[in-house]
């Protein structure tokens, strides 16, 4: 069985500054990725970013960064210079096996 | 390229109705997952389609969910009989055959079971 575990139900963040989305993860797996996926009031599941468990590098895409700690089986999301387009839910997704299963989502609110 | 299409996008039924959804993948993508999203909760795989066959099924509550992949292409949902708990949208979501890329996910079906 794998899970996804994710603690902050609600986050807010004031417009400009950086906040970090927690998330664990469990599996048996040793060959998995793990992504993050934002999804705004319009529903569209949109992916962010992606990381491999194999590589120890932590994955970015401009404003957006992981901690991927392998052992603690942590992959925490950081936003950067957080702009007003970054409110959304954000699911951590882990894809382990034949499975892709995601966690319970983190309410992100951007304040102007 | 052509993104995941749902259709429809909303329904309301009355509990006991049948209710399908439909899904086309994007062109080429072998996996094909359906989702059940309840308000205020994260996505629950229901069914994992690797072209025609079933990869993962053991959350569908088979007493009442049915789904096919006719083709390895589109597929369907099928609730019959639906009940209250039934209500959330229904997401389909599509993947090249390796599991380490990325999921493309269309903008889900909203049920209403009253």
């Known amino acids: 069985a794998q899970t996804v575990t994710q603690s902050q139900p609600e986050m807010s963040v004031q417009e400009a500054e950086t906040v970090t989305l927690s998330c664990t993860y469990d599996t048996s797996e040793s060959d998995y990725y793990l992504f993050w996926y934002k999804q705004p009031p319009s529903r569209q599941m949109i992916l962010v970013i992606r990381?491999?468990?194999?590589?120890?590098q932590n994955a970015t895409e401009n404003r957006f960064s992981v901690n991927f700690q392998k052992a603690a089986k942590s992959f925490s999301l950081k936003i950067s210079d957080s702009q007003l387009g970054d409110a959304a839910m954000y699911f951590c997704a882990l894809a382990s096996g034949s499975r892709l299963t995601f966690g319970e989502g983190t309410q992100l609110t951007v304040n102007p | 390229e052509a993104g995941v299409a749902q259709s429809p996008r909303y329904k309301i039924i009355e509990k006991r109705q049948s209710v399908a959804f439909w899904c086309n993948p994007i062109s080429g993508h072998a996996t094909l997952y359906w989702y059940q999203q309840i308000l205020g909760q994260g996505p629950k795989l229901l069914i994992q389609?690797?072209?025609?066959?079933?990869?993962?099924d053991s959350q569908l509550p088979k007493d009442r969910f049915s789904a096919e992949r006719l083709k390895g292409v589109d597929s369907t949902l099928k609730i019959q009989p639906a009940k209250l708990e039934d209500s959330a949208v229904y997401l389909c979501a599509s993947s090249p055959w390796d599991r380490g890329s990325k999921a493309f996910f269309g903008q889900g079906t909203r049920l209403t079971v009253v």
């Open positions: 990381q491999e468990a194999y590589k120890q």
């Open positions: 389609f690797q072209n025609n066959g079933v990869v993962d």
